[in-house]
């Protein structure tokens, strides 16, 4: 009946016995509760990490979502002004080339009216000169001279 494994049971319940009455499971009870009571701030700081994290991540989407609806109202306005200037631009030169034609055509008008009146003048010129040959040739005396010189100034006022 006394034999080791007596002893040994014996031995570790009274070292059982002795643990609880020095309060050594109150202890590692505390103990483990400061432990648990440690764990669970932790878990609550990192919860509540985690919620901070996930606004400041919300917040950098919305900031970049906002940054990009920015960046397309940029470019868009960059597009629209592009457009017009590139009508202005084509206004514009349509304008500048018309303005032109028109001066061109001027003064080709202008060169054609003083070529036909140069050609006007040579041509009464010319037709002065050779009425003048005909009519001294056959009119001679004082009546052709006076016949002469009243022709010779119809012509010119008339071709003039």
Same mark, same amino acid.
């Given at each position: 009946?006394?034999n080791e494994?007596?002893?040994?049971a014996? @031995?570790?319940? !009274?070292?059982?016995?002795?643990l @609880?009455?020095?309060g050594?499971?109150k202890k590692?009870s505390a #103990?483990?509760?400061? &432990?648990?009571e440690?764990?669970?701030?932790?878990?609550?700081?990192?919860?509540?990490?985690?919620? %901070? #994290?996930?606004?400041v991540?919300?917040?950098?989407?919305?900031? &970049?979502? %906002?940054a990009?609806a *920015?960046?397309? #109202?940029v470019?868009?306005?960059?597009?629209? %002004?592009?457009?017009?200037?590139?009508k *202005?631009?084509?206004? &514009?030169?349509?304008?500048?080339?018309? &303005?032109?034609?028109?001066q061109?055509e001027?003064k !080709?008008?202008?060169? %054609?009216?003083?070529?036909?009146?140069?050609?006007?003048?040579?041509?009464? *010129?010319?037709?002065?000169?050779?009425?003048? !040959?005909?009519?001294?040739?056959?009119a001679q005396?004082a009546?052709?001279? *006076?016949?002469?010189g009243?022709?010779?100034?119809?012509?010119?006022?008339?071709?003039n």
């Open positions: 009946m006394f494994e007596f002893f040994v014996l @031995g570790f319940a !009274i070292f059982v016995a002795l @609880g009455y020095l050594v499971h590692i #103990a483990l509760d400061d &432990r648990g440690k764990i669970k701030g932790q878990l609550d700081e990192a919860a509540k990490l985690r919620t %901070e #994290a996930e606004a991540l919300a917040s950098f989407e919305r900031r &970049r979502a %906002e990009e *920015e960046a397309a #109202a470019v868009a306005q960059a597009h629209a %002004e592009a457009e017009s200037l590139a *202005e631009a084509q206004v &514009r030169l349509a304008d500048f080339i018309q &303005r032109r034609t028109k061109a001027e !080709i008008a202008t060169a %054609e009216a003083q070529a036909m009146a140069e050609v006007r003048s040579a041509a009464a *010129e010319a037709a002065t000169k050779a009425a003048e !040959i005909v009519l001294k040739g056959e005396g009546f052709g001279q *006076e016949l002469i009243k022709n010779i100034a119809d012509l010119k006022t008339l071709f």
